[in-house]
């Protein structure tokens, strides 16, 4: 299959359709969630670290959202914005936002369901996650959806956003940086990940849980540190983007040019495989988290898209658009760390090689295990094992594709794997709305108790 008839296939799928589905799902469940990611997200963000981690689980729900974003953080938040930049122009980067916002609601209506009908494997694990939800929510008459689900699930760990466009994003920046030869990173990135992915999820999520919180706040420091160099062109660039997300950007330099549905179409598939809302990824993990709150795990898991998409892919659109790299003849990796180097012209190519070779091999390990899962959901426990040698094996081989046919492909099987996610999603919003409601009444319940017992110990003094 040619490039020309893979990106016919990509323009088909995240057309019009897709897109509002996409964004139609956010905004009803945002409508029906009376604005939850914006009037709870301090509760959220304050769950991170504070959660009751009580009832069943495999993992905490910190290491839970950490192994989601180490799905998460990735490649898209420098390749993916990169990319999204230099194809839309800086208005792409407003429609990531505009996906993000909704997205949260998204993605806690994904965490929510995930603990839900989270059930237990042969094996003993969790098992959680839309192929769950979809035939344990809406029916068994709707099982051949989740199934649908699950076999996208395991081509997106395969062919998407698990393998190849990390292991070719680390290969590129690696010998960019120190000239180091793309065999010799393939070999070392394989032996690292099959070191970690053997040994399953507590392996993963120990490892996320140390290196996620330390890569996000490493390069956000230099972003930040990119931008009150150039302080000065901020508020330009905030302006460019917001302008160009309604009118089409003309052509400069490299740049060909860009309508405002081009825009909007890379804004929002590349927003959505940065943050995954709506893909159905992070509940697979989500489930996991112990908690006996459907909704607690919610909250915590809308955390990720404002963490990822809200601070980490609007900081490196600004840099892009402030550096004006975006209207050159490079893309990808390539891109970004042309406009690093504005700021730091002696250590920019080893900073992005640091930041991103840990955003893209966390990535890695995040979706070895959400393709475990969809692959035990479709063939039994027994498939786990065979899987994760093929997945070894084509991270093995990722680094010798092609990065346009990479980005396509990832695209292609993201929309494939989101459409059966969302409509399950819309048609468990009720449950979904009533989960939250029983939640947040318990929550005012107990803080009126500890009120209550304050009052009288104070009176008792």
Known sequence: MNVDMLNAVDSFIWGPPLLLLLIGTGIILTVRLSLIQLFRLPRALKLIFAAENRGDGDIDSFKALCTALAATVGTGNIV???????????????????AAFVGMATKYAEGCLAVKYRTVDKNGDIAGGPMY????????????LAVIFAFFGVLVAFFGIGTFAQVNAIVEITQLATDIPVPYTAAALTLVVAAVTIGGLQSIARTASKVVPAMAAIYIAVTVGFLVIFRAQVPAALAEIV?????????AGGFLGATVLVAMRNGVARGVFSNESGLGSAPIVAAAAK???????????MTGTFI???????????????????????????????????????????????????????????????????????????GIMPYRIVFIILVACGAFVKLDVIWILADIVNGLMAIPNLIALIGLSSVVVAETKAYFAYIKEKETTEQDIKVVTDAER
């Open 80 to 98: 993916g914005v990169a990319t999204a930049v230099h194809a839309g122009g800086p208005g792409a980067v407003f429609w990531m936002w505009v």
């Open 133 to 144: 939800y979809i035939e344990r929510g809406l029916g068994k008459k709707f099982k051949p």
């Open 243 to 251: 302008t160009a997300a309604f009118t089409p950007t003309a052509a």
């Open 291 to 301: 908690t006996k709150w459907p909704a607690e795990q919610g909250l915590v898991s």
């Open 308 to 382: 990822d998409t809200i601070i980490i892919c609007t900081l490196t659109g600004l840099v892009l658009v402030i550096s004006g790299s975006w209207t050159g003849d490079v893309n990808g990796a390539a891109l970004t760390n042309m406009a690093f180097q504005q700021a730091y012209p002696q250590m920019g190519s080893l900073i992005l090689c640091v930041g991103l070779t840990l955003f893209a091999f966390t990535t890695i390990l995040g979706w070895n295990y959400y393709g475990e899962r969809c692959i035990a959901y479709l063939v039994g426990v027994k």
